[in-house]
């Protein structure tokens, strides 16, 4: 009975922390799209975007959100992943709109040329904390933006969110989180002074909203980088250390 529990335990540890679905040709092409700019494919060999798609199990049909998806870099290669019949949702939080008015953009009219390139895309402009979606979602992505949820310029309760995602989520959905990566030995304020976050703060927050965790990737290990240092300091900016965790919505 002992020998049993314990066979059974290692393989939910096994099937927890290694994930290694290769890229599809389909996932190959998405990242080779013709329409993605110059300065995109610049930061493929770091990014390891067909990895990524591998990883969050980005296929066609699936729905799916790019939270906080910045100037688009995934979203431009999630709207391709997905056809035919899928749908991508851009989803820009109001606690971001300051900054982008600083820097003369709208925030009520962004990713407007893509939507034209695009036409599987849409564009959610709302407060995280009341993340909500047309439709039940495949998949919620987000990538390297997780940790500012936790600082004070942004002001909002990232359980509330990750509570949010939960209810958009079809049950067996994925919640799908990269980030820099901070050393455990660091300060809860790694967030506003590193732009970093530890891994074990992320899972126990997302574990918290009722998610599973179902796979960690580490396409994104970087060892030279300790975790101690600004993300963006000219040694590490770009090639960080990150972790890849895929959190599962329950199906029943």
């Not at 991508?88 to 009520?108: E, H």
């Not at 893509?114 to 564009?123: A, I, P, R, S």
Request: proline letters at 5%; hydrophobic letters at 40%.
């Amino acid at each position: 009975m002992k020998k049993t529990l314990f066979l059974a335990a290692a393989a939910v540890l096994i099937a927890t922390v290694a994930f290694g679905a290769a890229p599809t040709a389909k996932m190959k092409a998405a990242v080779a799209d013709s329409s993605r700019p110059a300065a995109d494919t610049a930061r493929d060999e770091n990014r390891k975007p067909a990895a990524m798609l591998a990883f969050a199990g980005i296929t066609p049909g699936k729905v799916v959100v790019d939270m906080l998806p910045g100037t688009g870099y995934f979203t431009r290669i999630f709207a391709k992943a997905v056809e035919p019949g899928g749908r991508v949702y851009a989803y820009f939080g109001i606690q971001y709109d300051a900054r982008l008015k600083s820097q003369n953009k709208d925030p009520d009219n962004q990713f407007a040329d893509l939507k034209e390139t695009y036409k599987n895309l849409g564009v959610i402009h709302g407060p995280l904390p009341q993340f909500v979606t047309p439709e039940a979602i495949d998949i919620v992505w987000t990538s390297d933006n997780y940790h500012d949820m936790h600082n004070k310029a942004y002001a909002m309760d990232v359980n509330e969110v990750n509570k949010a995602v939960f209810k958009s989520l079809k049950p067996g959905g994925y919640y799908v989180i990269i980030d820099h990566k901070a050393a455990e030995s660091a300060g809860d304020d790694v967030t506003e002074t590193l732009h970093r976050i530890k891994e074990s703060n992320t899972k126990k927050e997302v574990e918290a909203a009722g998610f599973k965790l179902v796979a960690e990737g580490h396409d994104l290990d970087a060892a030279r980088d300790d975790g101690t240092k600004r993300v963006f300091d000219a040694d590490v900016r770009g090639k960080t250390n990150q972790f890849m965790l895929k959190f599962q919505k329950p199906r029943h």
